[in-house]
């Protein structure tokens, strides 16, 4: 069955540092997605991404993050300078259309920042 | 914004009762979405309502949606100790690509 992967499953870096938590969407989707979970909280949606652009993004989505397709397979998050607050767990999710359909999520990432 | 929000109860059953859950929303909704998360792991979709249908069965799954309450529920019948994890519920509206995800409800099913 087709599934969405992501590296690595724990990433620990200290504050400040760059970051790029790396997905494999499922091969035939069309529309990328970023959420997060900050332990014991509700998911946030961060961004989506379709035809090689953002579609929408959140308030958390700051001038901090950035998305890319660099090689028509893989979708990274790239957090610039991180903040001990951005310790979270970081989902990446993929459908085949926009919002009709059910997203498909990753393992998620574990991002600790120390 | 729209938001999926759970009754914050966590549930401890038998295996083999049944479990019910719910999530209510605040504003017009494409379709809710119900989801599984064992503990420190990814989501797992269980299973979409769209805003027009009102009940929807997948295996040991019931899900309702009552769009005048703005709400939903989940029910797992005849649970299994596997079934242990957290349920969240999210919402999707029209042109609208994120999913508002509620607080989720711990469930524990003793073997």
């Known amino acids: 069955e087709p599934e969405v992967t992501q590296t690595p499953s724990h990433q620990v870096t200290q504050m400040g540092q760059e970051v790029i938590l790396r997905c494999v969407p499922i091969?035939?989707?069309?529309?990328f997605y970023w959420y997060r979970q900050i332990l014991g909280q509700k998911v946030e949606f961060l961004v989506s991404?379709?035809?090689?652009?953002?579609?929408?993004k959140s308030e958390i989505f700051d001038d901090q993050f950035s998305v890319e397709r660099p090689d028509g397979s893989n979708f990274t998050l790239k957090i610039r300078s991180t903040k001990l607050e951005d310790s979270a767990m970081y989902f990446c999710?993929?459908?085949?259309?926009?919002?009709?359909?059910?997203?498909?999520f990753g393992q998620g990432t574990r991002l600790t920042v120390v | 914004s729209q938001q999926g929000e759970e009754d914050p109860q966590a549930l401890s059953i038998q295996e083999g009762e049944n479990a019910t859950m719910n999530c209510s929303y605040k504003?017009?909704?494409?379709?809710l979405q119900w989801y599984r998360q064992n503990s420190g792991r990814g989501l797992v979709h269980l299973i979409l309502?769209?805003?027009?249908?009102r009940e929807k069965h997948s295996g040991r799954l019931r899900v309702t949606l009552d769009t005048s309450k703005k709400s939903s529920s989940l029910l797992i019948t005849a649970s299994r100790a596997a079934d242990t994890a957290s349920y969240f519920c999210?919402?999707?509206?029209?042109?609208?690509?994120?999913?508002?995800f509620g607080k989720g409800n711990q469930v524990v099913v003793i073997p």
């Open positions: 999710a993929s459908s085949s259309r926009q919002g009709s359909t059910e997203a498909f």
């Open positions: 091969s035939n989707h069309l529309y």
């Open positions: 991404f379709y035809n090689n652009e953002i579609s929408e």
């Open positions: 504003t017009s909704i494409n379709n």
């Open positions: 309502i769209r805003s027009n249908e």
């Open positions: 999210a919402t999707s509206s029209q042109g609208n690509n994120r999913l508002a």
